[in-house]
C-alpha cells in the first residue's frame, strides 16, 4: 500500500491496536442545527482530546476547529439533499480534493445510498472519488446511509457495505445490527460504527460492545456522545471499550463514576 495512504489510514485506525474512535459531527450538512450541534465550536471542542479522528464538514471544520489542533480530519465530501427536501439520496461531491488537500484531510467521507432512487449515482460517485483520492494517497470512507425508507438489517448493511468495499472504499461506516458477524465476515476492509440516533447511555455502550465484538475496528459516534448529558464521560466510556477492551457494563459504571460533580468541576 502507498505509503502517504497508509499513514494517513493509521492516524484513523490507530496502532497498536487497530482501533478507532471517530468523533462524528458533520450532521449538520443535511440535518441543519441539530439539536446540541447548533455551536459546533462549543461541544467539539472538549471532546477532541478523547477521540482518534474527527469526521466534519469543512465549513465546520474551517469555523469551528483551530488549526492549531492536531487531529486527524475525515472530511465530509457529499451533500446536497436535507431532511426536509424530498430525496435523501439525492448527493453529489460536493468539496474538491484540492480543498480536501489544503485542510490537511485524513480521509474523505461520502455516503452510498444502496436501494435507493439515487442508488446509480452514488455508488460511482464513490468509485470516481476513490480513483481520485488514490492518486493522492488519501483514504476514503464510505457511509452506508440508510435512506427514510430503508431497514436496518444484515442482509441489507452487508449489500450496502459489499459494495461498498468493491468500489474500492478503505473504510466502511454502517450500522450495527442482529447477526453483525454477517456483516463483518462479508465485507473485506474495516467496519466502523455509527450510533445512530440518541438512546440512553448504557444501550450505547452495549451497542459499542457488542460491535467491536462481533469484528467492527471501532466506532464513527455522534449523537450518542454529543446529546448526552455528560459528553465527555460518554466519549471516554465508548474509548474505553474500544482501547481498553473494556466490558459494557464496567464501561458504564466508568460513565457514571466520571458523570459525578467532582469530575465535572475538575474538566471545568
Ligand atoms: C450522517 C453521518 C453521521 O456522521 C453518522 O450517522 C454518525 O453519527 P451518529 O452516531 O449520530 O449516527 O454520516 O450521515
Not at 155 to 182: D, M, P, W
Request: with cysteine; aromatic share 4%.
Amino acid at each position: 500500500m502507498d505509503w502517504g495512504l497508509k499513514n494517513r489510514i493509521s492516524g484513523i485506525i490507530r496502532p497498536p491496536d487497530g482501533k478507532a474512535v471517530m468523533l462524528a459531527v458533520d450532521h449538520g450538512y443535511f440535518l441543519g442545527p441539530t439539536e446540541k450541534l447548533e455551536a459546533p465550536a462549543r461541544a467539539i471542542r472538549p471532546l477532541l482530546r478523547h477521540c482518534d479522528s474527527l469526521m466534519v464538514t469543512r465549513g465546520v471544520l474551517r469555523s469551528s476547529v483551530s488549526a492549531t489542533q492536531h487531529i486527524p480530519i475525515v472530511l465530509r465530501v457529499s451533500g446536497g439533499s436535507s431532511i426536509i427536501g424530498e430525496d435523501l439520496s439525492n448527493e453529489r461531491i460536493t468539496t474538491g480534493i484540492k480543498d480536501a488537500l489544503r485542510l490537511n484531510s485524513s480521509a474523505l467521507a461520502m455516503s452510498i445510498f444502496v436501494g435507493a432512487k439515487h442508488e446509480h449515482r452514488t455508488i460511482v460517485s464513490l468509485g470516481r472519488l476513490v480513483n481520485e483520492a488514490e492518486e493522492y494517497g488519501m483514504p476514503v470512507l464510505a457511509v452506508t446511509a440508510v435512506g427514510k425508507d430503508m431497514g436496518k438489517d444484515a442482509r441489507y448493511l452487508s449489500l450496502a457495505c459489499r459494495i461498498a468495499a468493491e468500489q474500492g472504499a478503505h473504510i466502511i461506516k454502517t450500522y450495527y445490527c442482529e447477526n453483525f458477524e454477517k456483516v463483518i465476515e462479508s465485507c473485506p476492509v474495516p467496519v466502523i460504527i455509527a450510533g445512530g440516533k440518541k438512546i440512553p447511555e448504557r444501550d450505547a455502550l452495549h451497542l459499542t460492545y457488542n460491535a467491536v465484538n462481533a469484528g467492527a475496528v471501532g466506532v464513527d459516534m455522534g449523537r450518542n456522545i454529543w446529546q448526552s448529558e455528560n459528553p465527555v464521560p460518554m466519549i471516554r466510556a465508548v474509548r474505553a471499550i474500544v482501547h481498553g477492551n473494556m466490558k459494557a457494563d464496567e464501561a458504564y459504571e466508568l460513565y457514571q463514576r466520571l458523570s459525578k460533580p467532582e469530575h465535572a468541576k475538575a474538566r471545568a
